[in-house]
């Protein structure tokens, strides 16, 4: 304490003298300006005094706080945290579908208007997966939208679609996708998707990969009147359903002709048995130039094994004893060439010999499967029965391989074909939409080949022929090519679609109907009924094709 009163004396002191001092500087300097403006210059005033600056330090004792502690006793526990299950991308691959599927059909009306929709039915032979429209609302903020999700229970490999997004030029087109994803763990696993941030609440537009499974899909005729301009309408399909088309009970005996008629069909015996024919020259002249040119066949059992040789001569006999002069094979498997060709070379019968296209396991089309089919072909070598070689059977139409896949498939085949001695022609079969929609396939077919299932149209079975014959035109104006149909019948059973029965009666009416029409392109659809296709698709009709009971036809 004595430190600091002397300290604060010195100061007190000091201030006192620096004060006269400065006031005695600032006195004179007054004077000096004073005698400056009447033109005498005072001499520079003498002050022996000098103004020093003196620091002194005040040392004031300080006492830190005493630390306080947190007495609270913590649990400390460990957390296990279950990361998210990110798969790993083995390949992508773009999947590109050329067949129609029945997405809601959007139309934009621009006027106010009456305007009418027409009913149109649409069937699928395989699931198909296509992108489909949809929106989803969004809140001011960072979102992620639009993601799939899968289910995996063991380690496995596994395809996924989804929908995408890509620009070229100024335009945005949507795309389905498919990604083989290797999945080291069972789990739940996520992909696709967008994440974007917005500030205002929006409705965002964004593609949806969506499933259609096998089926016939419709939606009827539609008449709407529009006050405004560019109201936009949608006409969904709705999947066809086997109880509201089903006829009622009191209805049954218009469709089904009394047992006696057509249950108890003709002992087998009066058709297995087959009428002697010359094994030695044939004449082939007319093939494609009269009727009953072609039957399908499939060397199958309704249990799904394959023929033995004692029935494939037997079924092989019975098609020429029907006035046939061709049969057309799907694939050359179950033993076909060597049984077939023997029975087909005894019975002066030709062959429409098919490669048939599978779908791989791991998606697209199994090309190892097809070229052994191919190299047995070559090795087979009996170019001298073949009619026609058709390499798929609609695989574009049912999604197994995109149509430039194709048309690759169908110049590579053709090349080793005409290295091994082959000079006929090789096309492949589609439906007619599917040509329409990818002409690019003219460039690598010889002739055209299309399917054409009048029943599947909805119409009635007097018109079959005539809705074949504008099928097979429509085709030919695609190419400009020699055009045959190499799929034509009619179900003797199963759920009818619209006007369309099937029935025996109208199997032989329609088989008629396309007979009258028939120039010797049209092969029909099948020799017998088909067991072992499955019972429930399409309606129940796939099995029941089997039309060879009903030939021959036209006096033949």
């Known amino acids: 304490m004595r430190t600091a009163l002397v300290a604060l004396g010195l100061s007190a002191l000091m201030g006192v003298e620096a004060g006269s001092l400065l006031r005695r500087n600032a006195h004179a300097n007054a004077h000096a300006r004073l005698d400056r403006r009447n033109g005498y210059e005072a001499p520079p005033a003498e002050d022996t005094e000098t103004c020093k600056i003196v620091t002194y330090t005040t040392w004031v004792e300080y006492n830190p706080p005493?630390?306080?502690?947190?007495?609270?006793?913590?649990?400390?526990?460990?957390?296990?945290?279950?990361?998210?299950?990110?798969?790993?991308?083995?390949?992508?691959?773009?999947?590109?579908?050329?067949?129609?599927?029945?997405?809601?059909?959007?139309?934009?009306?621009?006027?106010p208007g009456t305007y009418t929709f027409p009913a149109k039915t649409i069937t699928l032979t395989s699931t198909e997966t296509v992108c489909v429209e949809t929106s989803t609302i969004l809140p001011p903020g960072t979102h992620s939208y639009g993601h799939t999700t899968t289910v995996i229970a063991t380690q496995t490999h596994v395809t996924c679609p989804y929908a995408t997004t890509y620009t070229s030029g100024t335009a945005v087109y949507?795309?389905?996708?498919?990604?083989?994803?290797?999945?080291?763990?069972?789990?739940?696993?996520?992909?696709?998707?967008?994440?974007?941030?917005?500030t205002e609440t929006v409705t965002v537009t964004y593609p949806v990969a969506t499933s259609y499974a096998p089926g016939t899909y419709t939606h009827p005729v539609s008449t709407v009147t529009v006050t405004a301009t560019d109201v936009v309408y949608t006409c969904p399909y709705t999947p066809y359903s086997t109880p509201v088309y089903t006829a009622p009970p009191v209805k049954v005996e218009t469709y089904v002709a009394p047992p006696a008629t057509y249950v108890a069909p003709p002992p087998k015996s009066t058709y297995v048995a087959p009428k002697p024919k010359p094994t030695k020259g044939v004449d082939y002249s007319n093939v494609g130039k009269g009727k009953q040119?072609?039957?399908?066949?499939?060397?199958?059992?309704?249990?799904?094994?394959?023929?033995?040789?004692?029935?494939?001569?037997?079924?092989?006999?019975?098609?020429?004893?029907?006035?046939?002069?061709?049969?057309?094979?799907?694939?050359?498997?179950?033993?076909?060439?060597?049984?077939?060709?023997?029975?087909?070379?005894?019975?002066?019968?030709?062959?429409?010999?098919?490669?048939?296209?599978?779908?791989?396991?791991?998606?697209?089309?199994?090309?190892a499967d097809v070229y052994k089919q191919v190299d047995t072909l070559i090795q087979w070598k009996r170019w001298d029965l073949v009619e026609l070689i058709v390499i798929g059977n609609e695989s574009v139409f049912n999604g197994i391989i995109s149509s430039s896949d194709l048309a690759a498939l169908i110049a590579d085949c053709k090349s080793k074909f005409k290295a091994a001695g082959y000079t006929g022609s090789i096309t492949t079969s589609e439906?007619?939409?599917?040509?329409?929609?990818?002409?690019g396939l003219c460039s690598v077919i010889d002739v055209i080949a299309v399917n054409v299932q009048p029943y599947f149209n909805g119409g009635y079975a007097a018109d079959a022929g005539t809705f074949v014959q504008s099928q097979m035109k429509q085709a030919q104006a695609v190419c400009g090519k020699t055009t045959y149909c190499l799929e034509a019948g009619w179900p003797a059973a199963g759920a009818p679609i619209k006007n369309a029965v099937a029935s025996p009666e109208n199997q032989k009416t329609a088989l008629e109907s396309i007979y009258a029409v028939d120039e010797g392109y049209i092969a029909y659809y099948t020799t017998y009924d088909d067991g072992w296709k499955d019972a429930g698709m399409n309606g129940g009709v796939e099995q029941h094709f089997g039309c060879a009971k009903l030939f021959p036809l036209g006096g033949y």
């Open 174 to 198: 949507t795309t389905i996708t498919d990604t083989v994803f290797e999945c080291p763990t069972a789990g739940t696993y996520t992909y696709g998707g967008y994440s974007t941030e917005v």
């Open 293 to 367: 040119w072609c039957i399908t066949y499939t060397q199958y059992n309704d249990d799904k094994s394959c023929k033995t040789p004692q029935q494939i001569e037997t079924d092989i006999a019975d098609i020429a004893s029907k006035g046939f002069k061709t049969v057309r094979i799907y694939a050359p498997n179950c033993d076909a060439l060597e049984h077939i060709t023997s029975a087909c070379g005894s019975h002066g019968i030709k062959i429409v010999m098919g490669v048939f296209i599978e779908r791989s396991s791991y998606g697209g089309y199994d090309s």
């Open 431 to 439: 439906v007619v939409s599917t040509l329409e929609a990818n002409p």
């Open 66 to 111: 005493k630390p306080t502690y947190d007495t609270t006793e913590y649990v400390h526990s460990t957390v296990y945290v279950v990361p998210t299950v990110v798969p790993t991308p083995v390949t992508t691959i773009p999947v590109t579908y050329s067949c129609p599927v029945p997405t809601p059909e959007v139309t934009t009306c621009p006027t």
